[in-house]
T-cell receptor
Framework: GAGVSQSPSNKVTEKGKDVELRCDPI?????LYWYRQRLGQGLEFLIY????????KSGLPSDRFSAERTGESVSTLTIQRTQQEDSAVYLC????????????FGEGSWLTVV | AQKVTQAQTEISVVEKEDVTLDCVYE???????LFWYKQPPSGELVFLIR????DEQNEISGRYSWNFQKSTSSFNFTITASQVVDSAVYFC????????????WGLGTSLAVNP
């Protein structure tokens, strides 16, 4: 597609429920990133995928968080047993994967845990 | 330690004023890349510029200009003749050695341009 697409754009869920957030990167982009942005805060790195390499999961805050990506296409970020502190905007981004290639962001998925 | 500091949390100006957003970075690498992104109220992050550490030329793009000074580890962003549409949060970020896996982000500067 023309840009990075994320869904849902807004999600309100009850504490303890699982949520799935989807990201469709720019076509041809081998690198995909997930970030979290809490209200009024900067971006917090979560996970990085590059082609078929093992993902860099070093930013995932707990084992309730996981992400998958099939090949160089769609990625899903899953949060299990959501907590109120998970409320944030989850931003997905993609890039061509070369050194310092520009990262393009989606509009984010706003998650509210009540 | 690697760090990006945007000391200005919020700036408010009147339309047509010039405004400079400060960004100071820390890195031990000699090769690194600096970025500015704009985040309007709609939430998406819009890429503005990428600059590598070997290119200290200032850059101008329309009303936007960037001043990169390695001597002071700064990469400041100036908007000339600001407009209401410039209202957004602006983030400065650092990528060491071209490794974008963990861009180091400043906390952002919220710019309000009032009519």
């Amino acid at each position: 597609g023309a840009g990075v697409s994320q869904s849902p754009s807004n999600k309100v869920t009850e504490k303890g429920k699982d949520v799935e957030l989807r990201c469709d990167p720019i076509s041809g982009h081998t690198a995909l990133y997930w970030y979290r942005q809490r209200l009024g805060q900067g971006l917090e790195f979560l996970i990085y995928f590059q082609g078929n390499s093992a993902p860099d999961k070093s930013g995932l805050p707990s084992d309730r968080f996981s992400a998958e990506r099939t090949g160089e296409s769609v990625s899903t970020l899953t949060i299990q047993r959501t907590q109120q502190e998970d409320s944030a905007v989850y931003l997905c981004a993609s890039s061509a994967g070369q050194v310092a290639s520009t990262i393009y962001f989606g509009e984010g998925s706003w998650l509210t845990v009540v | 330690a690697q760090k990006v500091t945007q000391a200005q949390t919020e700036i408010s100006v009147v339309e047509k004023e010039d405004v400079t957003l400060d960004c100071v970075y820390e890195t031990r690498d000699t090769t690194y890349y600096l970025f500015w992104y704009k985040q309007p109220p709609s939430g998406e992050l819009v890429f503005l510029i990428r600059r590598n550490s070997f290119d200290e030329q200032n850059e101008i793009s329309g009303r936007y200009s960037w001043n990169f000074q390695k001597s002071t580890s700064s990469f400041n962003f100036t908007i000339t003749a600001s407009q209401v549409v410039d209202s957004a949060v602006y983030f400065c970020a650092l990528s060491e050695d071209g490794n974008n896996r963990k861009l180091i982000w400043g906390l952002g500067t919220s710019l309000a341009v009032n009519p």
